[in-house]
């Protein structure tokens, strides 16, 4: 198991590419969905402000 | 045939019909995206053998590649939906090249982190100024250009228009980027796969490569998806449709049916 995570000497290289790439693509999905819900429930109180002026 | 095909592509051409389409098809991709990268990811670590040369090190070319492959692909798409809403006015084809944006720039960032980190113990350096890598940097800053020319124009209209045209120029660095390692003495080696010559790796190499890349598409195709329908949101707040869509639940938030 720790030989796996050595990789030859090269862990050190390896383990920070897949670890920052992994992080970067988790990130991404987690601020495009935290934007979107953000986006959602601003435009929903705006229609909801809008629908009761009516 | 033609015709209905040119219907369909009118209709979800509409950001009204175009947003329900890609919230059916986000799921998909994603079911895709994790599929490949759990495969691709099993050849890359436990089937493709030590490289006799590079060592263990050469592992980081199944992310760097597609990652690169990607950075550019994503540029030459964005710059193609910049020339359809220049041309054409189609308002969809703005908020793609928008939703593209970040996502290269995130591919671009990720090819030259992965190569720092592959160049380092196999060329003994993180990063030269050579004429593949210089361009790649350009990319980057192609895309963060055009990101942030979008955040600095108020005016969503002007702000595409601007944006597009910078996409468009951009698009030369592209085959600048792609044939630098043949037309100027590069540290960065050949192209490892290319249209014209046998792959020089082994096949189970280039299988993991493949695999990995289509993931890297897969992932790219949902979150942009996902992205979009926030912009088509954001930018079509003041029609009917949306305020019907966010109406609806807020309705559901009252009565609990959420």
Redesign the interface.
């Given at each position: 198991m720790s030989e796996?995570f050595a990789?030859?000497?090269?862990?050190f290289?390896?383990w920070?590419?897949?670890g920052?790439?992994a992080l970067?693509?988790i990130t991404?999905?987690i601020a495009?969905?935290r934007?979107?819900r953000t986006?959602?429930k601003r435009?929903?109180r705006?229609?909801?402000t809008?629908?009761r002026s009516e | 045939m033609a015709l209905k095909d040119s219907i369909a592509w009118y209709h979800f051409a509409a950001p009204k019909n175009f947003y329900p389409l890609a919230g059916k098809m986000i799921p998909w991709f994603w079911g895709l995206t994790i599929v490949l990268l759990l495969v691709g990811l099993y050849l890359s670590f436990f089937v493709a053998p030590t490289d006799y040369k590079q060592g263990e090190s050469y592992r980081i070319i199944f992310i760097h590649v597609p990652a690169a492959w990607m950075s550019m692909l994503i540029y030459l798409v964005m710059a193609t939906y910049a020339i359809i809403g220049l041309a054409w006015k189609v308002r969809l084809a703005d908020m793609m090249a928008s939703a593209l944006a970040p996502t290269g720039a995130m591919f671009t960032f990720l090819a030259l982190w992965t190569g720092a980190f592959w160049g380092k113990p196999t060329w003994g350096t993180y990063w030269v100024w050579d004429a593949r890598l210089t361009s790649e940097l350009i990319l980057l800053f192609l895309y963060i250009g055009f990101i942030s020319l979008q955040s600095a124009i108020d005016d969503p209209r002007r702000a595409a228009k601007a944006s597009s045209l910078l996409a468009i120029v951009g698009v030369i660095n592209l085959p600048i980027i792609y044939f630098s390692v043949q037309w100027w003495n590069t540290l960065h080696q050949g192209a490892s796969v290319s249209p014209t010559m046998a792959p020089k790796m082994a096949t189970i190499m280039l299988t993991a490569m493949l695999i990995m890349t289509v993931a890297f598409w897969m992932y790219t195709i949902a979150i942009v998806l996902m992205r979009v329908r926030r912009i088509i949101l954001e930018r079509e707040r003041q029609t009917t449709w949306v305020m019907e869509l966010l109406g609806d639940e807020t309705v559901g938030e009252k009565d609990g049916r959420k």
């Open positions: 796996f990789m030859g000497g090269h862990g290289y390896i920070v590419s897949y920052v790439t970067f693509m991404e999905v495009v969905i934007g979107k986006v959602e435009l929903a705006l229609a909801r809008l629908s | -």
